[in-house]
């Protein structure tokens, strides 16, 4: 997934932004005596756990999106995301025991929304955009319970542009469907290279050694 150069933030994603990093710096105190309860090797191992799924999930994700922008164009490729992206993160959840899910700030689909933490890791990541850090270097984790909690972001690639791109990128019939499909609509106008979700993963730490 490439990154692009970010644009100047609005004084809105500046404020978002500002709240994002206090807070990351609140759940990082909060979560301290969690951290002891498991070893570096455990949370490694769920880690990379979690960043092979998300692997696993672009991969075969990407390939029947770009199956259905030949066959079908844009329009086939909404329902890919919104029928067959679940189902494939379901699938890769039974063999390998990691709930992988993806998840946006402006989200077009509800169950795609963030709860509290995944909303403070993206404004993170944006602001870590913004510093210079390229969006392959970042992650965030934390532990809940007996369990890992991990993220990746998702910058807007040339594929996802032609139904989550500016304007002039997103075609009319596509425009039609998306209308159709999701009447509340907010996932549009993302320019190439912006921040446009996260991958976001559970990993079960117990027995992980």
């Known amino acids: 997934?490439?990154?692009?150069?970010?644009?100047?933030?609005?004084?809105?994603?500046?404020?978002?932004?500002?709240?994002?990093?206090?807070?990351?710096?609140?759940?990082?105190?909060?979560?301290?005596?969690?951290?002891?309860?498991?070893?570096?090797?455990?949370?490694?191992?769920?880690?990379?756990?979690?960043?092979?799924?998300?692997?696993?999930?672009?991969?075969?994700?990407?390939?029947?999106?770009?199956?259905?922008?030949?066959?079908?164009?844009?329009t086939a490729a909404v329902l890919v995301c919104k029928d067959r992206a679940p189902e494939i993160a379901a699938e890769i959840e039974s063999t390998t025991g990691v709930d992988i899910e993806r998840t946006a700030l402006r989200f077009r689909n509800t169950a795609n929304a963030p709860d509290e933490w995944e909303a403070e890791m993206m404004a993170a990541f944006a602001a870590r955009r913004m510093n210079g850090e390229e969006w392959k270097d970042m992650s965030a984790t934390r532990i809940d319970g007996e369990q890992l909690r991990w993220m990746r972001p998702i910058p807007l690639g040339p594929m996802c542009a032609v139904c989550h791109g500016e304007d002039a990128q997103i075609a009319q019939d596509t425009r039609r469907a998306l209308a159709e499909i999701y009447p509340n609509d907010n996932a549009v106008g993302f320019r190439d290279g912006e921040l446009r979700g996260a991958f976001t993963a559970r990993v079960p730490l117990t027995g992980a050694r």
């Not at 978002?16 to 570096?40: E, K, N, P």
């Not at 390939?63 to 066959?71: H, I």
Request: proline content about 7%; overall charge positive; charged content about 15%.
């Open 1 to 74: 997934m490439p990154s692009g150069t970010p644009t100047r933030p609005s004084p809105r994603r500046v404020h978002t932004i500002r709240f994002g990093l206090a807070a990351v710096s609140l759940a990082l105190i909060s979560s301290c005596t969690t951290w002891a309860s498991f070893d570096q090797k455990q949370i490694d191992l769920a880690s990379q756990r979690a960043s092979t799924a998300a692997d696993l999930l672009f991969q075969r994700l990407s390939g029947e999106l770009s199956t259905a922008m030949t066959n079908g164009g844009p």
